[in-house]
C-alpha cells in the first residue's frame, strides 16, 4: 500500500535581510519550504507587486517582520511609514485571509505612550506618541478589520546578530571611547531577534500546522523577554559581559554615565515605560520566556566569534 506524502508547506518571510527575518530563514526551515524575501524581491510599499508575491508562492504562512523602522525619519516621511506598516499589512492580511493562510504580523511598544506605571496588557487602551508607533498600531488595525487567522506579536528593544542595534552600538563606543552617557529613565527588557524568531516557529509549529486550524488563537500578543531593565542598565551589562570575556574597551563598565532622556532630546519621543507583559501568550501557546541577560551573553558570543 503507498502511502501519499504530505505536501511540504510554503512559509513566506518578507524582510529577509532585517534582524527578525534573517533569524526567521533558520527557525522556520524545519517546518517546511521557507520562501524568504528581501526588499528587492518584495517591496511592502508597493501594493501591487505585494499581491501578486503572494498569489505567485501562494504561502501556507506569511511572516511579515519587513517595516519601516527608521524612528526619527519617519517623523518627516510619514507617508512612506504608513504604507509600509500600514497599508501593506492590511493587503498581507487580505491576501492570507483569501488563501485560508495564517499571517504573522509583528509590531511594537510605540503604540503604547509609554506613561502606564506597570507592564502593559494587550487591552490596556493605544496612544502612540510618534509617526512610528502610529504606523504599526494602523497595521495592527488594517489586519484586525480583515479578521481570517492572524498572529500580531508586539516586542520591544529588539536585538540580532544580524543588522544594526543598540547592543553593537554600545559594544563599539566602549571600544572607541572613555566615557559614555546612556538613559537611566526608560524601561524595557532587551529582546533577541532569535528568541522572537524561535517563539514564531514554535506556534507555527505546534498550533498551526499540528493543531485544528480552525481553533488556532488568532489575535495580539506581547512577546519579549522575562525582566527589564533601564537603557543605562542595558549598555552597563553589554559593557561588563563583553569585558568579562577579554573584549578589550576603552570605557569603564561601572564608569558608564547614567543620564534622564530630557539629556538626550531626539526628534521622536520614545516610550518612557516599554514593558510588555507576556502572560497571554506564554499561556496561550505554552511557552517560557527567558530572561533577557542569557539571550543578550548569547548574541554577544554570536558577535564575538
Known sequence: MQHKMPTVPTLLVTGSNGQVGFELRRSLAPLGHVVALDRAGCDLSN????????????????VNPAAYTAV?????????????????????????KALGSLLVHYSTDYVFDGSKAGAYVETDPVNPRSVYGASKLAGEQAIEAV???????RTCWVAGAHGGNFTKTMLKLGRERDSL????????APTTAALIADVTAQIIGRFWFA?????????????????????HGYATEVLRYAAA?????????ASVEAIPATAYPL?????????????????AFEIHLPHWQPGIHYLLDQIFS
Not at 504608513?82 to 491576501?95: D, I, K, Q, Y
Not at 546612556?182 to 524595557?188: C, E, P, S, T
Not at 481553533?215 to 500578543?221: Q, R, T, V
Open 47 to 62: 501594493v501591487e507587486a505585494l499581491r501578486q508575491v503572494v498569489r505567485q508562492y501562494r504561502p501556507d504562512v506569511i
Open 72 to 96: 526619527d525619519k519617519a517623523e518627516t516621511d510619514a507617508e512612506t511609514a504608513f504604507a509600509v506598516n500600514g497599508t501593506a499589512a492590511g493587503v498581507l492580511a487580505e491576501e492570507a
Open 147 to 153: 479578521g481570517g487567522h492572524s498572529l500580531i506579536l
Open 181 to 188: 552617557r546612556v538613559i537611566a529613565d526608560q524601561f524595557g
Open 211 to 231: 493543531g485544528e486550524q480552525s481553533a488556532f488563537p488568532s489575535g495580539i500578543y506581547h512577546l519579549a523577554a522575562a525582566g527589564e531593565t533601564s537603557w
Open 245 to 253: 570575556q577579554g573584549i578589550e574597551l576603552k570605557v569603564d563598565p
Open 267 to 283: 526628534p521622536a519621543p520614545r516610550p518612557a515605560n516599554s514593558r510588555l507583559d507576556t502572560a497571554k501568550l506564554r499561556q
